[in-house]
């Protein structure tokens, strides 16, 4: 199982499992699911939950993709 880190809104770090990755997507920015990030993106897990990260899109992909 591999992880990888990125970065929270609050600039801590945070580990997540390739495997249990679902989709993502740039953050919202306006209704109601808006997070506390205006710019960066939302990781969304096989258990319904998600994680938006300060990291864009291109490099979540790329570091999701190379640890594989």
Do not use: C
């Not at 390739?18 to 306006?30: D, Q, R």
């Not at 990781?43 to 979540?60: C, P, T």
């Amino acid at each position: 199982m591999a992880f990888v880190t990125f970065t929270r809104p609050d600039d801590s770090p945070v580990s997540i499992s390739t495997v249990e990755v679902l989709s993502f997507a740039p953050v919202p920015t306006e209704g109601p699911l808006m997070g506390p990030l205006k710019v960066g993106t939302r990781i969304a897990f096989k258990n319904g939950k998600h994680q938006d990260v300060k990291e864009l899109v291109e490099a979540v992909e790329k570091k999701l993709n190379a640890a594989g």
